[in-house]
């Protein structure tokens, strides 16, 4: 099962900024967030990701609290080119320390004209 | 240097036929994991293979389907005598060595007719 929990959808005004976010609520100490979105039926694009600092691209921001059970994606000046299902992803480690993506639902981006 | 390639993009198969998928990861990876995206659903994790091995194989069915990743050649998803309930999207990523990203290919929709 999927570690996180996210909202469904949301809706962002077109130049406005789009806060994304995501509970964690039972990741452990050295697992990281990652944010992928999935623009149509393309593949899953690499977005950001984090361990416990706030980090930024050319992309978004990415702000983790301090108790690192929740997480916001900000994309800061939503186009409609950013109308995306958004996931938030906590890695699944596997016993040979190795590990994979388990992806729960996401949420529907729309950014409105 | 090229991301991740999937061909065919788009297979049609008869059921009872066989699918062959194929992934070819970008230059340095060697990783590989396989997704399946059923229409309106988010992706489900299938298999994880680095070169001549198997790692994690927990979400693919016990039947029909199979994976590998020779030491030349891209990664092999095969399914075997397939039926409509396989038409899906499938996603192939791959990441470098340790704990990194993974990046996906565009993915290869397969239809059974």
């Known amino acids: 099962d999927a570690k996180t929990t996210q909202p469904p959808s949301m809706d962002c005004a077109e130049g406005r900024a789009a806060n994304l976010p995501c509970n964690h609520s039972?990741?452990?100490?050295?697992?990281?967030v990652y944010w992928y979105r999935q623009i149509h039926s393309q593949g899953p694009q690499y977005i950001i990701h984090g361990l416990k600092n706030n980090e930024t691209n050319e992309m978004a921001s990415l702000i983790i609290t301090e108790d690192r059970k929740s997480s916001t994606l900000i994309l800061p000046h939503a186009t409609l080119r950013d109308t995306a299902v958004y996931y938030c992803i906590v890695r699944d480690i596997l016993t040979s320390g190795t590990y994979k993506y388990i992806f729960g639902t996401g949420t529907r981006l729309k950014v409105l004209a | 240097n090229a991301g991740v390639m999937q061909n065919p993009r788009h297979l049609v198969r008869r059921r009872g036929q066989e699918a062959r998928l194929r992934c070819s990861p970008m230059k340095g990876h060697s990783h590989v994991y396989w997704y399946r995206q059923l229409p309106e659903e988010g992706l489900k994790f299938m298999v994880y293979l680095q070169k001549e091995n198997i790692i994690d194989e927990s979400g693919m069915p016990k039947e029909r389907f199979s994976a590998e990743f020779p030491k030349e050649g891209p990664s092999i998803l095969r399914i075997q005598q397939v039926v409509r309930g396989d038409s899906a999207a499938y996603f192939c990523a791959s990441s470098p060595q340790g704990p990194y990203e993974q990046y996906f290919g565009p993915g290869t929709r397969l239809t059974v007719t």
């Open positions: 039972t990741i452990s100490g050295n697992e990281y």
